[in-house]
């Protein structure tokens, strides 16, 4: 079972805004920061969103992160086709002493 | 550009070993915490193990204790897994990673009879 609980699916339709949550404890989400990951169908994941809300170079600033407490979200904005894949929430651990992830988001853009 | 090259997987049988590399280039590799994760088929992303940058400090999630062994050679870029005893839920595919900085391909593990 994850350590962070992701809802397993979401949808939007073309230039809609979605939101992904992404929630853990005060062992993980509220003592250390989140990155996202995004996993094209058949693809490596590939970090999407470091320390929170920071976007690596040519991430489209359409992705866009936040965290209160030990909670986190990825927002989405101008939803495009190309977005369709998993999406992943990871963060350390100090009781586990390791990374811990959520369970996956699949979204569809319909 | 970070890039990280995983090698090492293949088909074993229940119990037999088997060894992973992963070659990186492009960031001060010797300086940077290592992680491998591995993700089943069809199944999410799940930890396996980290080392810090000068391998002072490993930790490994309790599925794999006492049968991984993760190493680095910070002359060589290159981090590896030493995995043995396998089990048939160890099959996945294994990636190295650097959380803020890249994955790898990764590698497939079959673990069957």
């Known amino acids: 079972q994850p350590v962070l609980t992701q809802p397993p699916s979401a949808s939007g339709t073309p230039g809609q805004r979605v939101t992904i949550p992404c929630s853990g404890s005060?062992?993980?989400?509220?003592?250390?920061?989140v990155n996202w990951y995004q996993q094209l169908p058949g693809t490596a994941p590939k970090l999407l969103i470091n320390?929170?809300?920071q976007r690596p170079s040519g991430v489209p600033d359409r992705f866009s992160g936040s965290k209160s407490g030990t909670s986190a979200s990825l927002a989405i904005s101008g939803l495009q086709s190309e977005d369709e894949a998993d999406y992943y929430c990871?963060?350390?651990?100090?009781?586990?002493?390791?990374?811990?992830f959520g369970g996956g988001t699949k979204l569809t853009v319909l | 550009e970070v890039q990280l090259v995983e090698s090492g997987g293949g088909l074993v049988q229940p119990g037999g070993s088997l060894r992973l590399s992963c070659a990186a280039s492009?960031?001060?590799?010797?300086?940077?915490?290592m992680h491998w994760v591995r993700q089943a088929p069809g199944k999410g992303l799940v930890w396996v193990s980290r080392?810090?940058?000068?391998?002072?400090?490993?930790s490994y999630a309790d599925s794999v204790k006492g049968r991984f062994t993760i190493s680095r050679d910070n002359a060589k870029n290159t981090l590896y897994l030493q995995m043995n005893s396998l089990r048939p839920e160890d099959t996945a595919v294994y990636y190295c990673?650097?959380?803020?900085?890249?994955w790898g391909q990764g590698t497939l593990v079959t673990v069957s009879s």
């Open positions: 080392i810090t940058g000068d391998g002072s400090t490993i």
């Open positions: 492009g960031f001060t590799f010797g300086s940077r915490w």
């Open positions: 990871a963060a350390w651990d100090d009781s586990l002493r390791g990374l811990v």
């Open positions: 320390s929170n809300n």
């Open positions: 990673i650097e959380w803020e900085l890249g």
């Open positions: 005060s062992s993980n989400i509220g003592s250390y920061t």
